[in-house]
């Protein structure tokens, strides 16, 4: 929890956040104070991270008047569904003490009496405060067994440094013999759809997100919206919402959801993410089996990974292997020494990956990942050994099977072939 909580108060009325620091007098400084008009905007903090509590004044019209027309305690269920584990404190005068009283039963953390702010704010805002808000957790229970897929998280120590080009070719990798399912949760901009172009057609995870709560998608539709890559047999892709149209964002509970659904079908499931503190991210590594951390070898890389794992290490990702991708995208003339990375990072190195500058090109121009392309290059061989290197780590519960049309047959043929000196 923070050193100086965040209070983000739900209100329309300006002058409730004046009355709210003069009740904390002396003790207003040991807290932020934020105020945002409704419960719209203020998901859209909370998922940006950083707010500890949540006052929601159900006294004022703060949200929508449909919603509340509708039941007024409906925007304490929007927070509770789409920002689960978020503590709110019902403010409320004496006149809606009951409807209060009812939203303490149904979740709230607390509910405060504008009429006795003076006796009860401080109180109640460091007890609660005091709980850390978890993230929601992936929903296992779709297959009869409950085990699912294992959830390998990659992310970049910074942006731009070749996270998804190494998703992409690891996941294409151990799809030689296991089923992947590719995801990526880039809330904008991903670059997957760039990378393997599929049809105009093809649904995403904004399509899913618009016709359906998260909780909600059926596991056919969830199914449809896989795009199969060609020429990998066992590797599918959802796509990051690629329409603007499509506003439905990416929070916690509809990422883990989506992940819920995936490690249902798939024996691994590959995530792509962004650099970011998000809580989005939090509850991603947080229900993730490993996080393969990418970093270049020059010193602001290594530094940004540092910041990272620090902040990893302060979430509650207990189960979570953690690990670092080396990768080289140029051949520099002094690279940072790998114990120099080691020292600084303490994590195991899953893999080093050499530039592969032309064979890259390549692959963004057939669209297809580099291991599919030249599989006896010093990159694709790399990609193999740290898919490879994951799975022994992570393994996944079924047995593997071998498809013989993908890139691990192609892998096998040309391994032998450079033992057997014919290369
Ligand atoms: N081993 C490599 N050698 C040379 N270039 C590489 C290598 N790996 C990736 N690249 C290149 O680096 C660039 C960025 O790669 P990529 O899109 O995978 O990065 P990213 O970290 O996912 O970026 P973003 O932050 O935009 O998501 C691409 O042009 C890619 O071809
Ligand atoms: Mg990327």
């Known amino acids: 929890m923070a050193q100086h909580p965040t209070v983000l108060l739900i209100d329309e009325d300006t002058a409730t956040i004046d009355s709210i620091r003069r009740a904390l007098g002396d003790q207003a400084s040991h807290f932020k104070l934020r105020r945002v008009a409704d419960v719209p905007t203020a998901l859209a903090r909370i998922w940006g991270g950083g707010i500890d509590v949540v006052l929601l004044n159900l006294a004022a019209s703060a949200n929508p008047v449909e919603i509340v027309a509708e039941n007024p305690l409906a925007p304490l269920r929007a927070l509770q569904e789409k920002a689960q584990g978020i503590a709110v404190v019902v403010l409320c005068d004496y006149a809606g003490e009951g409807l209060a009283r009812t939203a303490v039963q149904q979740g709230a953390a607390a509910y405060l009496l504008r009429e006795a702010f003076e006796a009860d704010l401080l109180k109640v805002l460091r007890s609660v405060s005091g709980k850390a808000a978890p993230s929601p957790a992936i929903p296992r229970s779709l297959t009869p067994s409950g085990k699912g897929g294992k959830i390998i998280a990659f992310i970049g120590a910074k942006g731009g440094g070749g996270t998804t080009t190494v998703a992409l070719n690891v996941a294409a990798a151990l799809a030689g013999r296991r089923r992947v399912i590719l995801v990526e949760l880039h809330p904008e901009l991903g670059s997957l759809p760039l990378y393997f172009q599929p049809h105009r057609s093809a649904r995403d995870i904004g399509d899913l997100l618009a016709a359906h709560r998260a909780q909600d998608i059926p596991l056919r539709e969830f199914e449809s919206s896989l795009w199969p890559v060609k020429n990998?047999?066992?590797?599918?892709?959802?796509?990051?919402?690629?329409n603007e149209q499509n506003s439905v964002p990416l929070d916690p509970v509809n990422a883990t959801h989506i992940l819920g659904l995936a490690s249902e079908i798939a024996d691994y499931v590959i995530v792509d993410l962004p650099a970011s503190f998000s809580e989005t991210n939090r509850a991603v590594l947080e229900n993730s089996d490993c996080l393969a951390l990418v970093v270049e070898r020059d010193p602001i890389s290594v530094?940004?990974?540092?910041?990272?794992?620090?902040?990893?290490?302060?979430?509650?990702?207990?189960?979570?292997?953690?690990?670092?991708?080396?990768?080289?995208?140029?051949?520099?003339?002094?690279?940072?020494?790998?114990?120099?990375?080691?020292?600084?990072?303490?994590?195991?190195?899953?893999g080093v990956i050499p530039p592969a500058t032309d064979l890259c090109a390549a692959a963004q121009h057939a669209h297809a990942p580099m291991v599919t392309l030249d599989t006896e290059s010093l990159a694709s061989v790399a990609m193999h050994d740290l898919a490879r290197e994951?799975?022994?780590?992570?393994?996944?519960?079924?047995?593997?099977?071998?498809?013989?049309?993908?890139?691990?047959?192609?892998?096998?043929?040309?391994?032998?072939?450079?033992?057997a000196g014919v290369r």
């Open 232 to 242: 990998v047999p066992g590797l599918q892709v959802l796509y990051g919402s690629r």
């Open 303 to 350: 530094q940004s990974a540092r910041l990272i794992l620090n902040r990893v290490d302060s979430w509650k990702a207990g189960k979570l292997t953690i690990g670092a991708v080396i990768l080289n995208r140029a051949a520099l003339v002094s690279p940072m020494p790998f114990s120099e990375i080691a020292a600084d990072l303490h994590i195991r190195t899953l």
């Open 390 to 419: 994951i799975e022994e780590l992570i393994p996944s519960a079924g047995p593997a099977e071998r498809m013989e049309d993908g890139p691990l047959a192609a892998y096998h043929a040309s391994q032998k072939m450079t033992r």
